[in-house]
C-alpha cells in the first residue's frame, strides 16, 4: 500500500494513521493505524492489518480478529 503525506515526515518503525480502502468495496475506506515500512521522497510504504467488527464466521469467510 502506497499513499502520500505531504506535510508530514513519518519515519520507519512509527505507526501513522492513513486512509486505507475497502479491498471489496473501492473508493470506500476508513482511517486505520498502520506501520511505516519506508519512506522515499513523498511515498510511504506502509502495512495495515485487516481489522474488523463483522462476524466473519456467519458466512463461512473466517473469524473475527
Known amino acids: 500500500m502506497g499513499f502520500t503525506m505531504p506535510s508530514c515526515d513519518p519515519k520507519p518503525g512509527e505507526i501513522w494513521l492513513a486512509y ?27 502495512i495495515a492489518a485487516k481489522v474488523t467488527s463483522k462476524d466473519l464466521s456467519a458466512d463461512g469467510s473466517g473469524t473475527c480478529v
Open 20 to 46: 486505507v480502502e475497502f479491498l471489496d468495496h473501492p473508493g470506500i475506506g476508513k482511517v486505520r493505524p498502520v506501520f511505516v515500512i519506508d519512506v522515499e521522497s513523498e511515498m510511504c510504504i506502509a
